[in-house]
Each structure stands twice: as C-alpha cells, then as structure tokens.
C-alpha cells in the first residue's frame, strides 16, 4: 500500500520539479527582458520567483528529506564544543609556524637539489 503511494508521490514530484525548473527560467529569461527596469524590481521579482520555487521544490519527497538534514544539521552544529579564543589563537600560531618551518625545508631541498642537477649538468 505504501509503495503505491510513494509511486504517485513520485510521479507528482516530476511534475512539481518541472514546475521548479520552468521558474527559474522564468526568473532568468525575465531578468534580461526586463534588463532597462529598475535593478530593485527585478530582485523583487526574483526573489519572489525563487520563494515561489523553493516552496514548491520543498513539498517534493527529496525537498523534505532535504529540510530534514539541515534541521538534523542544525541540531549537531548545537553540539559542536567551539574552542576558546585563547585556544584558536594557539592553534592558529602552531599551524602557521608548522607551515613556515615546513616552507623553508622544502625551498632548502629544492636550492640543493639545483645546485647538484646544475654542478652534474654545468
């Protein structure tokens, strides 16, 4: 019984990405026929146009699985422990120092191994 359900929630869900699609080339084709109007109105319109899309994008099955994970996103990001400044500071200053002893010892490789290839070739 489910799956029949989920079948015609599928097919609808072509229909509603179709819809999708067609305004956002509705959105684009009318910004450049629109090109001499004000700037403010045709954002407007776009941003109307892309409400519009996005309302019907998020009633398809992937759009609601979609909204699921940044709602489920949200929630992790809550759990993430943020470090301290302190602490960014420190890691900031190792990594960089990391780079830069790292930086130099590949520049001194590479001047001696020019030095070798050009005393081996004159």
Request: hydrophobic content about 60%.
């Amino acid at each position: 019984m489910e799956s029949k359900a989920e079948s015609g929630s599928s097919r609808f869900d072509v229909v509603k990405w179709l819809v999708v699609f067609a305004l956002v080339a509705v959105g684009v084709v009318g910004n450049q026929y629109f090109g001499a109007e004000s700037v403010l109105y045709r954002v407007l319109a776009l941003v109307a146009i892309a409400l519009v899309a996005t309302f019907v994008a998020l009633q398809t099955d992937r759009g609601r699985r979609f909204a699921t994970l940044l709602k489920e996103a949200r929630v992790e990001i809550r759990k993430v422990v943020w470090p301290t400044r302190p602490e960014l500071i420190q890691t900031t200053v190792i990594v960089v120092v990391f780079v830069l002893v790292v930086a130099l010892l590949l520049w001194g490789m590479d001047s001696l191994i020019s030095f070798l290839v050009a005393g081996f070739i004159g």
